[in-house]
């Protein structure tokens, strides 16, 4: 069955710090992909997505995620993180075939100490 | 802005009761969706629509039925509400796929059957 893998579940880091987040799925056709973001109380909005070309994509707030197919994976990273950055972070796939539907890992919560 | 709307941000019910989620959105998107959200869990879907009248059962759809009557409306049923369906309930709403950007979701409906 198709799934998504969020290695780190809670990830604590302190202001400045650099952020990398991984994200593995199971699934040998084309996909898409996302990182979605919950600041707490929030609802979830759209970090970045790929869906095809230049594998390092950039998103919102310095964020951006590099897709390298070979190891099916779409790891988060940002250089310098800040405290408005705690939040519930998601990956999720969609297959490019098939049906609508997102698969989502099971999210990591990052906070950061100010 | 994209809207996806949530009638409510609360609710408690009692065990056995008919209960209904309504959701709204004002993007004219083809794809609905109703997913809950658990700690732990991550996002888990319930049902999806991708048209008027048309639903599909998603990965945990037992105790759950929905209804798409009107393009812009997707309603999430909980025939007779459980404990274990205590939980956060999240919609989403997208274009269909060669012209999707990703899901937009509302703000959850946090429902606790007690």
């Known amino acids: 069955a198709q799934s998504v893998s969020q290695h780190n579940h809670h990830v604590i880091l302190s202001e400045a710090a650099s952020l990398e987040l991984g994200c593995n799925y199971s699934?040998?056709?084309?996909?898409?992909l996302f990182w979605y973001v919950q600041y707490p109380g929030q609802h979830l909005q759209l970090l970045l997505k790929?869906?095809?070309?230049?594998?390092l994509v950039k998103g919102i707030k310095g964020f951006e995620a590099e897709f390298i197919k070979s190891k099916f994976s779409f790891n988060l990273r940002k250089p310098s993180v800040q405290w408005s950055d705690t939040a519930e972070y998601f990956c999720?796939?969609?297959?490019?075939?098939?049906?609508?539907?997102?698969?989502f890992g099971t999210g990591t919560r990052l906070k950061v100490l100010a | 802005d994209v809207k996806v709307t949530q009638s409510s941000r609360y609710l408690v019910k009692r065990t056995g009761e008919k209960v209904f989620l309504e959701c709204v959105q004002d993007?004219?998107?083809?794809?609905m969706f109703w997913y809950r959200q658990d700690p732990g869990l991550g996002l888990r879907l319930i049902y999806f629509?991708?048209?008027?009248?048309?639903?599909e059962k998603g990965d945990i759809p037992e105790g759950y039925s929905v209804s798409r009557e009107k393009k812009e409306r997707f309603s999430l049923i909980l025939e007779s509400a459980s404990t274990n369906q205590t939980s956060m309930y999240l919609c989403?709403?997208?274009?269909?796929?060669?012209?999707?950007?990703?899901?937009?979701f509302g703000s959850g409906t946090r429902l606790t059957v007690v």
């Open positions: 989403a709403s997208s274009f269909p796929k060669g012209r999707e950007e990703g899901y937009t």
């Open positions: 699934y040998g056709g084309t996909v898409n």
């Open positions: 790929y869906f095809s070309g230049d594998p």
């Open positions: 999720a796939v969609n297959p490019t075939s098939g049906t609508y539907k997102y698969i």
């Open positions: 993007m004219d998107h083809e794809n």
């Open positions: 629509s991708y048209d008027v009248k048309m639903k």
